[in-house]
């Protein structure tokens, strides 16, 4: 049978739930899962979110990949103000610990975890917490199989990084990685001021820290904050970063890459993300460039 990779840019053939809870032992955060409904075990997506965003605000894009057999857990890591990126690190580290014991009782009835499939995915800031907890800069009791950085940001330049500041130093990633860029991320709209994923910081610089295999796709005319839902509104999000002309497309990129990578590197699929790669034309938006190295 012929595999269609384009699908992947439409919505899966499960059906989805989003639930909301408590994650960690001890001091807790909120949680949002989107979870397939039928009865099954499931790999495992763990989500972390930009700067200054909430985790509703990814709601239609983790619809997307969890509509492909994956649980997302996307834990918010702050009430009012941002906690610090060394915070973020072991705050995501405490729910990836709470997992085991914790997740299991948010689900839909008939639907488990498989703990052994776990892969990690962050935007922006989220990109660097995510980057950092796998490269080990806090002790979790769950091991990654898969990283995924989108658009990911490590500060507002290379003189001015977020802790720990991980494009400095030479270690390597020791696990399949995935990193999609913006192409509008680089410029910024407001005088004097950072552009949302500047030159020096942003996805080129994380994907250059990922070890075979890896792979990188830049989708060309869309910006840092256009894979959020529709209605997701702050400063932030209209005001700071440059847009493309329509979410849903830089969206359904992010998502139908994801799933070609978790299912290549979760699930033992390759031919999905091989066409992809190998065709780039298949996805709703320009992607420009595209890159890889395999073992």
Known sequence: MTTDASSLFETGKFNVTVLTGKAGNGESKPVLIVSPTDAGMYPVLLFVHGFFL?????????????????????????????????KD???????????????????????????????????????????????????????????????????????????????????????????????????????MAPACAPKGVNHKEFYNKCSSPCYHFVVTKYGHMDMLDDDAFNLMTKCMCKNG???????????GITVAFLKAYIEKEAEYLNLIWSNPGLAPGELEPVDCRKE
């Open 54 to 86: 909430q985790n509703k605000y990814y709601t239609q894009l983790l619809r997307h990949i969890s509509s492909y057999g994956f649980i997302v857990v996307a834990p918010q890591l702050f009430s009012i103000l941002p906690q610090s990126s060394t």
């Open 89 to 191: 690190i072991t705050s995501v580290a405490a729910v990836t610990n709470w997992l085991p014991s914790g997740l299991q009782s948010l689900l839909p009835t008939d639907v488990k975890p498989d703990l052994e499939k776990l892969a990690l995915s962050g935007h922006s800031r989220g990109g660097h917490t995510s980057f950092s907890l796998a490269l080990g800069h806090a002790q979790t009791t769950l091991k990654f199989t898969a990283l995924i950085g989108i658009d990911p940001v490590a500060g507002t330049s290379k003189s001015s990084q977020l802790e720990p500041k991980i494009l400095n130093n030479e270690s390597k990633l020791d696990i399949p990685a995935l990193v999609i860029g913006s192409g509008l991320g680089e410029e910024s709209i407001i005088f």
């Open 245 to 255: 002309k329509c979410r849903d497309i830089m969206r359904r990129c992010t998502a």
